[in-house]
């Protein structure tokens, strides 16, 4: 995945710098953030995709988050494209969470924590899960969790995938039980805990449009503020 991992990047702090220099000037804040936490198959691609449009965020996939945290060279490149002020601002709440949360303390975290927070400093990402919404500030983040029966998410599951029932309900298990130990392992915290998210939406009975008019409604009336005030966060650690 290197060349087409450098190639992302690259694109992607393109984006970032043209998002930057549109705003520059006119005090416009930065664009939101949206982070999506999921059951196995309880959503599809087309639903992320259409959240996307419609709130004009770029996706950053969570397969690619990976890549690029179990790469020093690629962390770090991710990281080096902020400015001063921003890297500032960026240690500062890295510091705050290690302080305030029991964040596993091994390389791959650390650079996790370093590359998702530097997505969410430049803003317009729809982060798809590696813990997102437990690594940027709440009050910054709109987080979203799907989820859905069983027997949903198996039926999509089969039909996604084309396997049978019993095979479509054993990968279900097995990938919510791999989400659920990797956030357990780094962040110490349940990944079904509604407490780590601003709203947790059953897709059963709800259509592509009803669910992206309730994110776009949460998203207008969670007031996200402009930036991270990070003196706030160092005094608070000081």
Known sequence: ?????????????????VSKEKRKGKDEPAPPVVTI???????????????????????????IIHE???????????????????RSILDNWILYLKTTRFLRADQYVRHLT??????????????????????LPPEETLRVRFIAPMEVRTRNMMQETGINEKEAKQQILLKDA???????KNFKVDIEDPSYYDLVINTEFLGTEQI???IKSALK????PSRRKADVKSASMA
């Open 114 to 135: 370093k590359v998702v927070a530097a997505i969410g400093e430049q803003g317009g990402a729809l982060i798809i899960g590696r813990g997102a919404n437990l690594i």
């Open 68 to 86: 690029v945290a179990k790469s020093v060279r690629m962390s770090d490149k991710v990281v080096s494209y902020l400015d001063e002020k921003t």
């Open 212 to 214: 992206v008019g309730i």
């Open 1 to 17: 995945m290197g060349p087409d991992l450098d190639r992302f990047i690259e694109e992607q702090v393109k984006k970032w710098e």
């Open 178 to 184: 791999e989400r659920r130990d990797s956030v357990k």
């Open 221 to 224: 009336s969670k007031k996200i």
């Open 37 to 63: 936490s999921r059951e196995t198959a309880s959503i599809a691609n087309e639903l992320v995709q259409r959240i996307s449009q419609e709130l004009k965020l770029d996706v950053i996939d969570g397969k």
